[in-house]
């Protein structure tokens, strides 16, 4: 795979150091694994951190469009803006909203949608395991509905809400938007659901995941299996319904009050088998699919805004999120 110097000097660096904060026993040493990510501020009026729960540190950075005069027409016209709940990627287990890399990605979010992002930092595994990110991904949700509508920035439309999430943020997403479904909101109406190279698996081993193995840049079958190993309860295996999630121990799937899914395929990514299982099940439960794949993209490879599939990707989410807006 050909890519720019500085992308791999960025990747070996990353995974020279993961590997060495990874444990055997499925810990993480995290003073090491934070010398690589390095944190942020926000930076004010363009984004600003927004408490939700501070006795398990969950907050969301939020992000206003600032590469237009979004922000300044929807408070002169009163023009809606949409708002994008994103849940950054990392296995569960690192990154964060503040991180370099996630802050980077969602501001670009903001900008190429021209809509609000709401970047939710959930707690992490393997000091917090499944469940707590799934709680933590609806509750930040809920949150949003709840408050003022004076205390979100000038246009926020919660009636065009979509959820977005990479890699293990798209296995969030897909768990956030399930449980949303019995949930009675005043103000959110969510109107879709994108799902970047969702994280999904399961104890088969697919046939991109025998192919790429070990290969590819961005995802490794054996860091995608400790991944599992520390996110998952204790005791259990990959048919968990949180990674298999139309797997045989999962609970039947109605999509009935599931929104139309973008979902996006990385031809190098050892995970398409089953981010494609994923969009059949979808499919067979009466949920509308948008599948869009990128031949060369490796897993994680859409944060690279110097790759081109990174800024195309963004343009098919635009478009997709239009499509959603024109249903009423």
């Known amino acids: 795979m050909s890519l720019p110097w500085k992308i791999k000097l960025m990747i070996s660096a990353y995974s020279r150091i993961r590997e060495a904060a990874f444990r055997p026993d499925f810990t993480i040493n995290r003073r090491l694994l934070n ?27 939020q992000y206003t469009p600032s590469n237009s005069t979004a922000a300044a027409m929807a408070t002169a016209t009163g023009e809606a803006l949409p708002v994008v709940v994103y849940f950054h990627g990392g296995g569960f287990a690192t990154n964060s909203a503040n991180s370099v890399f996630m802050d980077s990605f969602a501001r670009r979010v ?25 709680d933590d991904g609806l509750d930040a949700v809920k949150f949003l509905d709840s408050v003022e509508p004076t205390c979100l920035p000038p246009g926020t439309d919660l009636g065009q809400c979509f959820i977005m999430g990479d890699s293990a943020g798209g296995n969030l997403g897909h768990h956030v938007v399930t449980r949303a479904g019995v949930c009675k909101f005043k103000r959110m109406r969510l109107r879709g659901l994108i799902a970047v190279q969702p994280f999904f698996g399961g104890e088969e081993r697919t046939e991109s995941e025998i192919r ?11 860091r995608a299996d400790w991944y599992w190993k ?46 494609r299982r994923y969009c059949e099940g979808l499919k067979s439960a009466g949920v509308g699919v948008r599948l869009v794949e990128y031949p060369n993209a490796f897993h994680g490879s859409y944060v690279f805004e110097d790759l081109p599939e990174s800024s195309l990707m963004l343009d098919e989410i635009r478009n997709f999120m239009s499509q959603q807006l024109k249903v009423t």
Do not use: M
């Not at 595994?125 to 499944?130: G, L």
């Not at 790429?212 to 054996?222: H, Q």
């Open 35 to 61: 010398l690589l990510d390095t944190k942020t501020p926000p930076t004010p009026p363009s984004s600003a951190d927004v408490s939700v729960d501070p006795s398990r540190d969950l907050w969301f950075r």
């Open 110 to 134: 903001a900008n190429h949608l021209r809509s609000i992002v709401i970047s939710v930092n959930y707690r992490l595994a393997p000091e917090h395991r499944c469940p707590a990110q799934y």
């Open 212 to 222: 790429i193995g070990n290969r590819a840049p961005g995802l490794s079958v054996d």
């Open 230 to 275: 520390a996110f998952l309860p204790r005791g259990s295996d990959r048919n968990h319904p949180a990674a298999n999630v139309f797997g045989p121990n999962s609970a039947r799937f109605s999509g009935s009050k599931f929104p139309n899914t973008l979902v996006v395929i990385g031809g190098s990514d050892p995970l398409q088998d089953w981010q």
